[in-house]
């Protein structure tokens, strides 16, 4: 699913307009990401958790060269999804 579809999934079980549920959806996303990335944990109740996870330096290989390099620190978006999540896919 894509996230055209997405919107039309949301819309379709809301019974709201195409456009007022790309709204909504656009606002959640953005907002989700804007608190991920000022280090702000979003935690939805049975869905999952947001969050941001700090990545230390490493060392790694360039695969054309086999030099080895230093991979700088790095902050990365996580998701860990909740117990009802889980136990739906589960089924």
């Known amino acids: 699913m894509n996230k055209t579809e997405l919107i039309a999934e949301v819309a ?5 307009s195409k456009k007022d549920a ?3 959806v656009t606002a959640m996303i953005d907002t989700i990401v804007e608190n991920v990335a000022e280090g702000n ?18 060392k ?17 978006p996580a998701f860990k999804a909740g117990k009802a999540f889980k136990d739906a896919v589960d089924k």
């Open 60 to 76: 790694g290989c360039n695969p054309q060269t086999k030099e080895t390099i230093t991979i700088p620190a790095s902050k990365v």
């Open 22 to 24: 790309e709204k909504a």
């Open 12 to 16: 379709e079980r809301a019974q709201l």
């Open 41 to 58: 944990e979003i935690r939805i109740v049975g869905f999952g958790t947001f969050e941001r996870h700090e990545r230390g330096e490493r």
